[in-house]
């Protein structure tokens, strides 16, 4: 696990009175000039986006940064509760439910979109081998499906729209409606693509490796925490749910 | 701790076809259309925000999103050598030291900048007693003082500049600086106002409260960690420290 | 912020066929011959324990073990259903909550018994002080008080009986009757002494430091914690209360 | 997500002067009776163990606890860097590590032993065909091998061996000897049997479920961190590898 080779880093280097950020000067050519966003691509991607692709990051991290009481806000909720004034703990509480199930499948899904647009030309063949093995081992495939937003969500219809109005729709964008029409085929009935699955294609084309997308989901819900933070100081969901867990769910030998 | 009242929320309604966050349709009317910063500052603040707060709040964000290996970069960077899946697990473990001493500090200055503010004019006779308090208890003075950047901070003058240029400059910064004036005179010497003293008189005069504004921290943070995460892959700083911690430091007994 | 020196370590030293934990060999003379309690004591206080402190430790750890659908446990279910088999992440969660307010009052109230022992024959004196200052703050004083625990908390009770039976009750166990005395007197009625309080001042008389107290709450709160998860398995309490916060909580423009 | 049926608590109740867990008055029947891994055993068996029960689990405990400056170690050591007073998020930090490649292991070493149990005559079969799918998807074993621990990790022999001398090694014990005999068959040499792979075997035969057992390498590992916070307070292991970096790794454009 020990590495020999002195790495080096490419982020940031601090001066008495300068700060670089990926060979920019902070305070005077980032601060006041560009964006959150442009600044956190330029730190992903190592070099500043277009307007076009800074619009669609910018829409996939509006896409995910609220969705309401989710377990995630609730569990931040709880450990502010606790502990009102590291608030820091209780963002973190929260992100750390930013996995499989709640906002953070793009990463199983880009793996199956690689799938699709490594095989090239025979792309639909692994379409449909990839819906064949999911159907075979019982399990979801990630990045389709949704309890609510039937028969599309309106997110991920947005993330395409925005993808193709700016010219960033590329393979991987192609690749998830490909395994879509797959994945309809098999079950006889059309599936959502969610929004993680939206996200994983054009995040797939602005060439996100698939391990760093989740990444975006947690700067995303981070945001949208702290908005559940400021709301829990006026209303108060989790001293309203931790009564109700007290009142309701009862103690039995 | 129990409470009797159902509360609201006014954060995010969701139905089959669309989603709503704070009275706007979020994939038509924010997606696309609005900034990262501009939708986080609309759920904080609770309506969207104007181009000059954007534009301060944006260099907010940047200003503390990279200082290069930190201890939450290095944090970060060591749970991800355990779990180089979960990424949300090694931006949250990074994210729980954005406290009192590396990048939160703001909520501490606030409090103080906040007492010169209400005391309106006699507010030089606060920032004296704060001072006052602050050594006679021979603690330091959240906002001020840095280890490398002296006299100023870079990304503390620009935020001033920026905040100055947009008005958007009111009572909190010029009570930083009532009180910038206070502590030279203690000491003797000029101390840097740093970039969290900065952040908390600029935020202030947004009317964020106190003790969300560390929520800034940790957002501008986490976009941070995720490019420690994606230079992580090619320069495996974890595994150097991990290494030089076993080769240098010794068991004794 | 840097040393320069090259630390140590005392804790543990890994040979190929050997494990040597504070001069014990792990496998030989930990393993299978003390328990766990021993061996963390053995961590924590640099040497094995007597039979009494190991018996008292116990007590301590077991006290805060488990105390029902506290925040902190459902802030652990809500991130199991997320992150179903990252359970270390649903944990953690939980164990951030592990603060001022639920479990965690032990250092701050050890601090004040420090101050109580320190002034020796004026312990008195000092307890007046430290209450007739939290009195003019309008702050709650840690350790004191129960919502539901009155007038005493039957752990903190048994706490101070095992202290007592096994000659283990020192200054602090004193200074914390003093204090109680000084409250009760200035309240004009019984507040309990909680649990946290007790074991302020049973850990004290062993020597714990004040900042390390926290620690053996949550080493005792993450074996509670298991505990939720596995009941999460077969009686679903996230879903439950998540459906009641979506059921129940609406949302109003 | 939602679930319509009220669920139920079999963990604790709360009287004014009474505790009960899981049946047992907390304060009269567990605390001064009964040891920390005792209770623990009870909240998540549902039972109080056996002694020879006891003495295994104290051991599983035990074996986890601590083996030096780990990755995990060293991320908690950070986060105190940052935030010494909250010591919960410095331990929580590090409990994040507690993954699949440093001391949580055993939840997948768990399924594949189920996989051999269940196989029954037939588990050599079963245990050829595991070892077959591993290496032709070129994925390493969970519960094999070690970087130092060679040929045999003391702790997983020192495990077995008191398994076997308490009459708790059953088919868990035995499919772990078969799938490690088949591993050796195939690799043309003995690979180790590590300690995560042990404690899947003796917690199989225990009746822990899969995916409770990373469970027990949380609260193991959580006991071990306190100790690191306490060394740290002498031995600025954080502040020197945080020195290491700034001073090592050089930034390049």
Redesign the interface.
């Known amino acids: ?14 001066d ?8 920019h000067d ?3 050519e ?3 000039v ?4 442009e ?2 691509a330029l ?2 991607m190592g070099r500043l986006p277009t307007p076009q692709q800074t ?1 669609l ?3 996939v ?3 995910l ?8 806000a ?2 931040t909720r ?2 502010a ?22 906002g ?1 499948a793009m ?1 199983a899904t880009a793996v199956l979109l690689t799938e699709v647009v490594q095989a090239g030309e025979k792309g639909q063949e692994a379409a449909k081998d990839i819906v064949a093995r999911a159907r075979a081992q019982k399990k979801p495939l990630p990045g389709f499906g949704h ?4 028969p ?1 969500d ?2 991920a ?3 395409f ?2 993808a193709r ?1 700016d010219g960033l729709a590329g393979a991987y964008v192609s690749a998830i409606h490909v395994l879509s029409a797959e994945v309809d085929a098999s079950f006889g009935k059309h599936l959502t693509i969610n929004t993680t699955g939206a996200i994983a294609a054009v995040l797939g084309d602005l060439g996100i ?1 698939d ?2 997308m ?7 819900r ?10 829990e ?1 006026e ?19």
């Open positions: 696990m020990s590495s020999k080779k002195t790495p080096i880093t490419r982020l940031c280097r601090s008495v009175d300068k700060i670089t950020v990926r060979g902070l305070a005077t980032l601060m006041g560009r964006t959150f966003t600044t956190f730190l992903v619009r990051v910018d829409a991290l509006i896409a940064m609220e969705h309401g009481l989710t377990p995630q609730i569990a709880m450990i509760l606790c502990e009102p004034e590291a608030i820091q703990a209780a963002i973190a509480a929260g992100l750390l439910g930013v996995g499989s199930r709640f953070g990463a309890p609510q937003h039937k599309d309106p997110r219809v947005r993330l729209q925005i109005e490796p391990d760093i989740r990444g975006f989901a947690v700067v995303s981070s945001a949208g925490l702290v908005g559940h933070l400021c709301e100081k209303q108060q969901v989790a001293a309203y749910l931790y009564g109700m867990a007290e009142s309701e769910i009862q103690y039995i030998e």
